[in-house]
């Protein structure tokens, strides 16, 4: 989990004994004095369709990224980030479930729908910070 040097060295300095790849998320959290940590550990396969999978990591190995975010209910004046934007007037809340029964096609029917947006908000150098092994 933690590659980044930055981050090992600080580990390695200030809590000597604790080996950094054993930390768990809350740890590393609480070492930095930040609210939460999330480990982004997504891949995608990045070969053509037919051609045998190959998953490729979406995040750069040695790169850690300390986001600025705002809490839900927090008004926009707090800095942040980013933002999920709901609309309230069709989703008052996440997510809609609604549910139906099909006799033509013998069914029930289950849908599950929301109004939302993720949107970047203010200048990214302001609330995001990059560590790198560099």
Known sequence: MMSTTQVIDKTLYTNPGVQPALLKA?????MLGI???IIAAG????KEEGI????????TA??????VLAKEKDPLEVP???RTILWTEDAPELPIMESYREDKKRSDIV????DTDEVLIGETD???YMLTNT
């Open 126 to 128: 302001l609330f995001v």
């Open 111 to 114: 849908r599950s729908r929301d």
């Open 43 to 46: 891949a995608y396969d990045s």
């Open 52 to 59: 045998a999978e190959t998953n490729t990591q979406i995040w």
């Open 35 to 37: 609210g939460q940590v």
């Open 26 to 30: 809350a740890q590393v959290a609480a």
């Open 62 to 67: 040695g790169v850690m990224y300390i986001e």
């Open 80 to 82: 942040s980030a980013a």
